[in-house]
């Protein structure tokens, strides 16, 4: 019962933080070009993703 309870943690634990990486991704991505000071912000989206 205990070691079930832990696997069911560690997995919702694992939701998380996939949730928030996706989250973090998607706003990096969504971020306009004039936010993002990087120096790829010129290039177009096909190009600026691909490293």
């Keep these: 019962m205990i070691y079930s309870f832990a696997r069911l943690l560690a997995q919702v ?3 998380i933080h996939t ?3 996706l989250l973090k991704i998607s706003a ?3 971020t ?3 936010a ?3 120096k790829k912000a010129h290039l177009p989206q096909h190009l600026r993703n691909s490293n």
Excluded: M, S, V, Y
């Design 28 to 30: 990096i991505k969504t």
């Design 19 to 21: 949730t928030f990486l």
């Design 32 to 34: 306009p070009p004039a």
């Design 36 to 38: 993002n000071h990087d």
């Design 13 to 15: 634990t694992q939701l």
